[in-house]
């Protein structure tokens, strides 16, 4: 069965940085496309970042500068290193994993999905 795991979340003052991370069970992501999303209660859930099998990286406008994703291939993990953390960065993040490339940033396309974990970041 497969799962994902996300650790790593808390309450954090402005400016201050957390670092998430996904370890993926019951299968290979290596080749797959491997994501982090958002979901500030009365939101849609919302594109943070995203990795593909080669390494390259994409990041939302919004985090683009504060926030870096990275994988593990070879332990299955995929992280979010998050800085300079800011009130609206308060949010429910879930990492996704398997989405063709083309559709990174959508998340009806991720074909699994974490449980998610809190992060809080207080002004």
């Known amino acids: 069965q497969v799962q994902l795991v996300e650790s790593g979340g808390g309450l954090v003052q402005t400016g201050g940085s957390l670092r998430l991370s996904c370890a993926a069970s019951g299968r290979t992501f290596s080749r797959d496309v491997m994501g982090w999303f958002r979901q500030a209660p009365g939101k849609e859930r919302e594109f943070v970042a995203a990795i593909s099998w080669s390494g390259g990286t994409y990041v939302a406008d919004s985090v683009k500068g504060r926030f870096i994703i990275s994988r593990d291939s070879a332990q299955n993990t995929v992280y979010l290193q998050m800085n300079t953390l800011k009130p609206e960065d308060t949010a429910v993040y879930y990492c996704?994993?398997?989405?063709?490339?083309?559709?990174?940033?959508?998340?009806?396309?991720?074909?699994?999905w974490g449980q998610g974990t809190q992060v809080t970041v207080s002004s």
């Open positions: 996704a994993a398997d989405a063709p490339i083309a559709y990174r940033k959508d998340p009806a396309r991720y074909n699994y």
